[in-house]
């Protein structure tokens, strides 16, 4: 069974999310609702966490949290294995109440806290419970709004901070801020986190590609495969020439049929770079996208029916996984 992948690392920045099983509810009243913050304020005071903004909804919650120790897994298991025992004996019920482990997204660094503390206090608006953040009194909005006095383990100042030195100025720059994602303007800042768990600049997510690459592989862990090292088309290259004993020249010049080494180059391309179509295309000759498509189709559809072929796109993809761990050391 696939398992979520975890980075537990020392000062981590992370979005995490639980949602209950099935998108079933996990509060049915504002008792629940208060043992829940209770909780969450155990935990982060005894985990050292430094929360900045949280919301606890129907069916699932979210977190916006920097651990100063690798200890996300240990203490989200506290947060929900004790919540959920408590919820099942207050209610008498028995089985999971979430689904599944929490899902965790890895954050380079604090340039991401606007958008995405709004996305975490836009998340009643967006399920339309309310008509504005404020009116919802489960979530951290209101510590922001100074409606209520941020308790120790809730950051507000870290966020404010970004929008200028006066407090009362900074919370109104908020509130316009976050008024403004209100009637779906604003995306979901984690939509580009690669693999669904990294969230950050190509450079750092380079960095996080190459230390999984080095770390044993596991089949239950897909997303681990997902983000280790990828390939540049110029790997690609460098590979099938070494490989198959080819000139570059051979490869990316356009209009040369029946050269496997170009075929075979193209293919791995598009399979394992993150390159585009089009800029796969301006590499090899500058051909067209139809022609790149047409020609992974061609490479695909021989590997179905000629095992020699499998073999050595096997081969080569071997050759440059050999290549990603030898670059990422």
């Known amino acids: 069974m696939a398992r979520p992948l975890r980075i537990d690392v020392e000062n981590g920045l992370y979005h995490v999310t639980s949602r209950g099983w099935e998108r079933r509810v996990i509060v049915r009243n504002d008792a629940d609702r208060e043992h829940w913050v209770d909780l969450l304020e155990r935990v982060a005071v005894r985990c050292g966490w ?177 983000l280790a090292w990828r390939p540049s088309v110029e790997d690609v290259v460098k590979v099938v020439c070494g490989e198959l004993g080819v000139d570059r020249a051979e490869l990316v010049a356009r209009r040369r049929r029946g050269n496997d080494g170009r075929l075979a180059a193209i293919y791995l391309s598009r399979r394992l770079t993150d390159e585009s179509v089009g800029d796969i295309g301006r590499y090899f000759g500058d051909v067209s996208t139809a022609a790149i498509s047409k020609a992974v189709q061609r490479a695909q559809s021989r590997r179905n029916q000629d095992r020699a072929w499998d073999r050595q796109l096997k081969k080569l993809t071997a050759a440059l996984q050999n290549s990603g761990l030898s670059n990422a050391k």
């Open 50 to 226: 430094r929360v900045f903004a949280w919301v606890l909804m129907t069916n699932h919650f979210h977190l916006y949290v920097r651990t100063p120790q690798p200890n996300l897994s240990p203490g989200m298991h506290d947060l929900n294995s004790g919540y959920a025992s408590a919820f099942n004996r207050r209610h008498r019920r028995s089985g999971a109440l979430y689904q599944g482990r929490f899902k965790a997204v890895l954050v380079e660094d604090e340039s991401h806290s606007l958008e995405l503390t709004r996305y975490v206090h836009l998340n009643p608006v967006r399920a339309k419970i309310v008509d504005a953040p404020e009116q919802y009194a489960w979530s951290s909005y209101g510590a922001y709004l100074g409606v209520y006095e941020s308790p120790t383990w809730l950051d507000c100042q870290a966020v404010l901070g970004q929008l200028g030195k006066h407090t009362n100025r900074a919370r109104a720059a908020y509130r316009r801020f976050v008024e403004s994602g209100i009637g779906g303007v604003a995306s979901s800042p984690l939509a580009g986190a690669a693999g669904g768990v990294l969230l950050g600049s190509e450079g750092w997510l380079e960095q996080w590609r190459q230390r999984l690459a080095e770390q044993p592989d596991s089949p239950t862990i897909p997303t681990q495969r997902q």
